[in-house]
């Protein structure tokens, strides 16, 4: 039910954008979350937008750096990421959540997808 696409390789410093497509069931009502796992390290919370987009949450770590977005005409939510360092190297996940708000933890999320692996050269 949720698919992410767009990730791949890129150099230090550079952009990527990734995609979660969802079905409308999952999608328009609730809120999306993008997580990323790096190699050997547990699963993190990167960013969260509710229902309507009126809410965002950015981990520190890529706050000012990474952008969330949606459209619930096409049930996608995006990620826009810059300046991109290899710390962001991991495979990205995008959730739906339980509910229509934006939680930071795993757990307010039912629906995982599969995974996009971004790696970032140095």
């Known amino acids: 039910q949720l698919q992410a696409s767009g990730g791949g390789l890129v150099q230090a410093g550079g952009s990527l954008s990734l995609s979660c497509s969802a079905s409308r069931r999952t999608s328009s009502n609730n809120g999306m979350g993008w997580f990323r796992q790096a190699p050997g390290k547990e699963r993190e919370f990167v960013a969260a937008?509710?229902?309507?987009?009126?809410?965002?949450y950015y981990a520190d770590s890529v706050k000012g750096r990474f952008t969330i977005s949606r459209d619930n005409a096409k049930n996608t939510v995006t990620l826009q990421m810059n300046s991109l360092t290899p710390e962001d190297t991991a495979v990205y996940y995008c959730?739906?959540?339980?509910?229509?708000?934006?939680?930071?933890?795993?757990?307010?999320?039912?629906?995982w997808g599969q995974g996009t692996l971004v790696t970032v050269s140095s």
């Open positions: 937008i509710s229902w309507n987009g009126l809410s965002k």
């Open positions: 959730a739906a959540a339980l509910g229509s708000t934006a939680p930071v933890a795993s757990s307010g999320y039912r629906y």
